[in-house]
């Protein structure tokens, strides 16, 4: 059972609005960093100009931005954001709405500690669309699936996951509503739960004891 030094050291990885970051935020200010187990060191992003970022730099974080387009091949984009990763010492590494597949180096170096989420019941509906793609399948539940990452596309170990009824009036964009904010309450659950904890990953089976 792997027990994360205590408070563990978090880099939070983003792309979006980072609502999911601003959950984990919320609960180190709410607890403590030594009552959550876990504080948030560093904020990464794949580009400029999102308001992840902004939440970051509010909480007076420091952020570092990884542009694939900056990169001359995708290894060196790799490479590079494993380092800027590795430079803030994370116990773990949680991508909230960080929407790139990270490669081969990045794996090599926070593989076993790179948390997802994902707004689908996986190993339904992976990939970029996950709420859309559930949605035009015609599915009466989905959910949200916080899992380790691996070298697929959404398929590494599943962590927890929780489910959300699909309603008939229904658009994307109410239907992932809906999802966050169950996926935020999950997310924070599972990043203090590992963090306090620990965990062991035996094949596709995650331990985290009760
Ligand atoms: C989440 O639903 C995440 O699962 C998906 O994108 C959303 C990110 O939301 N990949 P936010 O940026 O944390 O608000």
Redesign the pocket.
């Known amino acids: 059972m792997a027990a994360p030094a205590s408070p563990a050291r978090l880099v939070v990885l983003?792309s979006?609005?980072?609502?999911?970051?601003q959950a984990l935020l919320d609960a180190v200010a709410e607890h403590g960093p030594a009552g959550f187990g876990a504080e948030v060191v560093a904020v990464g992003a794949d580009r400029t100009g999102i308001t992840?970022l902004e939440r970051a730099e509010r909480a007076g974080l420091p952020t570092f931005v990884c542009r694939v387009g900056d990169h001359a091949t995708r290894e060196e984009w790799d490479r590079a954001l494993t380092e800027a990763t590795a430079a803030h010492r994370p116990d773990l590494v949680v991508s909230?709405?960080f929407?790139k597949i990270v490669g081969k180096h990045f794996l090599a170096r926070f593989g076993g500690r790179l948390v997802n989420?994902?707004?689908a019941l996986l190993p339904s509906f992976p990939g970029a669309h996950g709420v859309r793609d559930a949605l035009h399948y015609g599915v009466k539940l989905t959910g949200?699936t916080v899992h380790f990452v691996d070298d697929g596309v959404d398929t590494g170990p599943i962590i927890a996951q929780e489910a959300v009824e699909v309603r008939a009036e229904d658009d994307e964009s109410a239907l992932?509503e809906r999802?966050?904010d169950v996926?935020r309450r999950l997310l924070v659950d599972v990043v203090g739960r590992l963090a306090r904890e620990g965990y062991s990953i035996e094949g596709r089976k995650v331990r985290v004891p009760a």
Not at 16 to 21: C, I, P, V
Request: charged share 10%; proline share 5%.
């Open positions: 983003v979006g609005s980072g609502t999911n970051l992840g909230a709405g929407m989420t994902h707004p949200c992932h999802i966050k996926e």
